[in-house]
């Protein structure tokens, strides 16, 4: 009789074993953030960026930025955008829900960020998004018709 209730609590000890086990696999073995309620924010993966002149006045230039989205919650967030000398630096922010179940499709984006660059002297300058960089230039033309020279 006794060895019967030892089978019966190996055979529960070997079933709890796998369902942990199939638990585990299932998330990936790994743990889940702390912060189950909010939101996880990031960079954005940028593969190419361009520059355009507006025809506009004051005078601007469009960035457009394109990449990939790492899984199907994630959403372009907030572009930060500063500048140092004739390099502008714009952050793009990537957020999702924090622990949201997501499918692991990426997914192409495409963001234009307006650059005021009225008043700037003429000459080339450097755009940098999320570590990619492109060019544009502005003519002794393009600084008198942007209002200032």
Do not use: W
């Not at 967030?77 to 390099?87: A, S």
Request: charged share 20%.
């Amino acid at each position: 009789m006794e060895k019967n209730n030892t089978s019966t609590y190996i055979i529960i000890g070997i079933i709890v074993v796998l369902i942990i086990g199939a638990l585990l696999y299932f998330r990936g073995g790994k743990e889940e953030p702390a912060q189950e309620e909010g939101i996880v924010a990031g960079n954005l993966t940028v593969k190419e960026v361009q520059t355009r002149l507006l025809e506009s006045f004051p005078l601007q230039v469009e960035v457009t930025a394109r990449g990939e989205l790492s899984d199907a919650c994630t959403k372009v967030g907030n572009v930060i955008k500063t500048q140092k000398g004739n390099t502008f630096f714009i952050t793009i922010n990537a957020f999702r829900e924090a622990g949201a179940v997501c499918a692991q499709v990426i997914t192409p984006f495409e963001k234009k960020i307006l650059l005021d660059v009225a008043g700037l002297a003429a000459g080339t300058y450097i755009v940098n998004v999320n570590g990619v960089t492109a060019t544009f230039t502005l003519t002794p033309s393009d600084v008198f018709q942007g209002g200032k020279m």
